[in-house]
């Protein structure tokens, strides 16, 4: 199984970054995805989900901030990402996982920085 994730890089407070994780080893369309965020000295925090089925959720922190979607037939998921801050600086980590979880595997993680 391999998530490749994609899309961070540097970018103004306010700016947007698309983030990519594309999957491959897995029957896509049948896992559920996350994101993952972990800033350094903090705790991994869990940013969205999106489930098989297309229903998606977020954390309080970046709700009506980023959007998660995904494209069975690319065996990707995308993170749109606005209105970024510096506190959303953090590595970015794409994971998915079957029936009732999200994190049965990961990816490397892609790096987000946000200058103020």
């Known amino acids: 199984v391999q998530l490749v994730e994609s899309g961070g890089g540097l970018v103004q407070a306010g700016g947007s970054l698309r983030l990519s994780c594309a999957a491959s080893?897995?029957?896509?369309?049948?896992?559920?995805m996350g994101w993952y965020r972990q800033a350094p000295g903090k705790q991994r925090e869990l940013v969205a989900t999106?489930?098989?089925?297309?229903?998606?959720n977020y954390a309080d922190s970046v709700t009506g901030q980023f959007t998660n979607s995904r494209d069975n037939a690319k065996n990707t998921v995308f993170m749109q990402t606005h209105s970024l801050k510096p506190e959303d600086t953090a590595l970015y980590y794409c994971?998915?996982?079957?029936?009732?979880?999200?994190?049965?595997?990961w990816g490397q993680g892609t790096q987000v920085t946000v200058s103020s």
């Open positions: 994971t998915a996982g079957e029936t009732g979880t999200v994190n049965d595997y």
């Open positions: 080893g897995i029957t896509f369309n049948v896992y559920n």
């Open positions: 999106i489930t098989s089925s297309g229903t998606t």
